[in-house]
């Protein structure tokens, strides 16, 4: 959104309530597509070893997360069977059903 003047936070809980179209070119919108350029790329930088980045950051400091379900992540993440944060960042989009990701 190239004509805002604010900032998104850095957390997909910032991303999320975005998405709920109170802000910028989205909002009162029925439906909208966001064209995702170079989404492949995205899949690869936002893949294992960057989530594994951020789950041992948050790890690091536990007490204000969750501990028990950081490791629980890594773990999943480590055998192969967990959510990469591409993975997560989609499941946000998803959950807003007015809203399309358009590949490209």
Not at 25 to 41: L, N, P, R
Not at 68 to 92: K, P, R, W
């Amino acid at each position: 959104m190239s004509d805002e003047t604010w900032v998104l936070g850095e957390s997909l809980d910032a991303l999320d309530d975005m998405l709920y179209g109170g802000y910028g070119a989205i909002a009162g919108a029925a439906s909208v597509e966001i064209i995702w350029k170079d989404i492949a790329v995205s899949r690869k930088s936002l893949g294992a070893d960057t989530t594994l980045e951020f789950l041992q950051a948050r790890h690091a400091i536990r007490d204000q997360f969750n501990g028990q379900s950081i490791t629980q992540q890594m773990e999943a993440l480590l055998a192969g069977a967990g959510n990469t944060y591409f993975d997560i960042v989609m499941e946000v989009f998803a959950s807003h059903r007015s809203i399309k990701i358009v590949a490209s």
